[in-house]
T-cell receptor
Framework: DTEVTQTPKHLVMGMTNKKSLKCEQH?????MYWYKQKAKKPPELMFV???????INESVPSRFSPECPNSSLLNLHLHALQPEDSALYLC??????????????FGEGSRLTVL | AQSVTQLGSHVSVSEGALVLLRCNYS??????LFWYVQYPNQGLQLLLK??????LVKGINGFEAEFKKSETSFHLTKPSAHMSDAAEYFC????????????FGAGTRLFVKA
């Protein structure tokens, strides 16, 4: 069983819809991540939150809006997406202290289809 | 800048044969190196990690990897492949830049033949 829970597992949305992906972890990790993974490709980093503050934004289009309401939750708000945004969106968490190694704990992902 | 190169996008072995998945890294500082496995329609799971302790690292499911600084390599091996090892394998390197930035290799798909 994964300790990082993502909902929903599948999402189909139109280009004018607004939806959100949710991620929750209870391992006490203070770094949380959103990755995007296209078929047959490695995960691509989108955002990193460290101690609930956005620390890395990999030049992601503004139609993706992350939110970290508390140390256990991470959301990704979606608006006006394009069909090419269809992908598996992976949430991950890790320890945030400099003494740690950055081992990532992944959820099972939310598979998004944009029509 | 750090990077990871995985040699071979596909590797096919027979059940019971040696598994060898190759990974070379580029890093200006001592790296943290990882191997992750991804089964179909699932997230990634850590197999093993190198954190500057022992150069031979043992992981789950009988996998191990050896860190060779002189060759900038971190190849993944398993003495005897099992059908359940068929999956996508990613080598990765990380750096702490206010939250860890992990760079993944392109991945190697492992096929196991009966």
């Amino acid at each position: 069983d994964t300790e990082v829970t993502q909902t929903p597992k599948h999402l189909v949305m139109g280009m004018t819809n607004k939806k959100s992906l949710k991620c929750e972890q209870h391992m006490g990790h203070r770094a949380m991540y959103w990755y995007k993974q296209k078929a047959k490709k490695p995960p691509e980093l989108m955002f990193v939150y460290s101690y609930e503050k956005l620390s890395i934004n990999e030049s992601v289009p503004s139609r993706f809006s992350p939110e970290c309401p508390n140390s256990s939750l991470l959301n990704l708000h979606l608006h006006a997406l394009q069909p090419e945004d269809s992908a598996l969106y992976l949430c991950a968490s890790s320890q945030a202290r400099r003494s740690n190694t950055g081992e990532l704990f992944f959820g099972e992902g939310s598979r998004l289809t944009v029509l | 800048a750090q990077s990871v190169t995985q040699l071979g996008s596909h590797v096919s072995v027979s059940e019971g044969a040696l598994v060898l998945l190759r990974c070379n890294y580029s890093s200006s500082v001592p790296p943290y190196l990882f191997w992750y496995v991804q089964y179909p329609n699932q997230g990634l799971q850590l197999l093993l990690k190198y954190t500057s302790a022992a150069t031979l690292v043992k992981g789950i499911n009988g996998f191990e990897a050896e860190f060779k600084k002189s060759e900038t390599s971190f190849h993944l091996t398993k003495p005897s492949a099992h059908m359940s090892d068929a999956a996508e394998y990613f080598c990765a390197v990380s750096t702490n830049t206010g939250g860890f930035k992990t760079i993944f290799g392109a991945g190697t798909r492992l096929f196991v033949k009966a």
